[in-house]
């Protein structure tokens, strides 16, 4: 069964230091999302990615967050300048068209 | 804002017993909802999911029902298994078309056996 891979499945940083975090979708998915989910809390959207741009994102998603489809299988977060808020867990989600988005295991980043 | 939220934040049953989850969702454009299951560790996992024409649909040992009149989405396990233990969350989207989850706090179902 297809899925959706990420790596690495921990990433431990010091605070202002940059991440890409990896996430190779279902390959013959169209839509392609990130979520976080800090310690305890509920599964928040980041950003959607669709046509090779961003077609919506989120407040988290600010100046300091990119994301790339740098090929035709992975697609990257970008963290520029990490701080110790944004130690969390990340999941990436691909999506064909329409119905479930199926999501990855998780990155989890600590920020020190 | 939108939001989507869980009526409660733990669910203790016992194995064999039928356990039903609950969540309230803000948006009444809201047209598409899922349940995940998430495992400690894991990234969230499909269980089942409703459109808002319906108001209900069967899984294998799960049913979800929706309620839009009082926006209110439940899930119903039956027969619950110890495998079962997780936390569940909501999500509900505007559009069936690649739109953003917007997801419930989470419910942690525990089943003794």
């Known amino acids: 069964e297809p899925e959706v891979t990420q790596t690495p499945s921990h990433q431990v940083t010091q605070m202002g230091q940059e991440v890409i975090l990896r996430c190779v979708p279902i390959?013959?998915?169209?839509?392609f999302y990130w979520y976080r989910q800090i310690l305890g809390q509920k599964v928040e959207f980041l950003v959607s990615f669709y046509n090779n741009e961003i077609s919506e994102k989120s407040e988290i998603f600010d100046d300091q967050f990119s994301v790339e489809r740098p090929d035709g299988s992975n697609f990257t977060l970008k963290i520029r300048s990490t701080k110790l808020e944004d130690s969390a867990m990340y999941f990436c989600a691909s999506l064909w068209q329409d119905g479930e988005q199926f999501f990855g295991p998780g990155t989890r980043l600590t920020v020190l | 804002g939108e939001s989507v939220g869980l009526h409660l934040p733990t669910l203790s049953v016992q194995e064999g017993d039928n356990s039903i989850i609950n969540c309230a969702y803000s948006?009444?454009?809201?047209?598409?909802f899922i349940w995940y299951k998430q495992e400690s560790g894991k990234g969230p996992q499909f269980i089942i999911d409703?459109?808002?024409?319906?108001d209900k649909r069967q899984g294998q040992r799960v049913t979800v029902l929706l309620n839009k009149t009082v926006k209110h989405l439940s899930l119903q396990i039956a027969a619950t298994q110890p495998g079962d233990s997780a936390v569940y969350f909501c999500?509900?989207?505007?559009?069936?078309?690649?739109?953003?989850?917007?997801f419930g706090q989470g419910t942690e179902l525990s089943v003794k056996p």
């Open positions: 390959s013959n998915h169209l839509y």
């Open positions: 948006n009444s454009a809201s047209d598409y």
């Open positions: 999500a509900a989207q505007k559009d069936n078309q690649g739109g953003k989850l917007i």
């Open positions: 409703i459109r808002s024409n319906m």
